[in-house]
Nanobody, 116 residues
Framework: QVRLVQSGGGLVQPGGSLRLSCAAS????????MYWYREAPGKERELVAT????????IHADSVKGRFTASRDNPKNTVALQMNNLKPEDTAVYYC?????????WGQGTQVTVSS
């Protein structure tokens, strides 16, 4: 079955960096675009990045452009979200996602807290 297992995250001071990873299994990874979302307290889930099957990526959230980069490693079936110069407003639960057959699949979520 489709599985997305996330790792990384945690507590970091403002200006710090974190790297999130998501290991995928149960489907032909290279055939699908992958996504990173985040959900901050009291806010709707927000699309942060798309990682295309080609390996290129698009950062959608204006607030993180220039600070976040997204990537994938097709041989390892993983995607990553590198987050630099983190700000308190980046505090959220981050999710990786894939859509297969019209159904969304989600990782378990990873808490990122940016606080001094």
């Amino acid at each position: 079955q489709v599985r997305l297992v996330q790792s990384g995250g945690g507590l970091v001071q403002p200006g710090g960096s974190l790297r999130l990873s998501c290991a995928a299994s149960g489907f032909t990874f290279g055939y699908y675009h992958m996504y990173w979302y985040r959900e901050a307290p009291g806010k709707e889930r927000e699309l942060v990045a798309t990682i295309w099957t080609t390996g290129t990526s698009t950062i959608h959230a204006d607030s993180v452009k220039g600070r976040f980069t997204a990537s994938r490693d097709n041989p390892k079936n993983t995607v990553a979200l590198q987050m630099n110069n983190l700000k308190p407003e980046d505090t959220a639960v981050y999710y990786c996602n894939v859509g297969i057959g019209g159904r969304p699949y989600w990782g378990q979520g990873t808490q990122v807290t940016v606080s001094s």
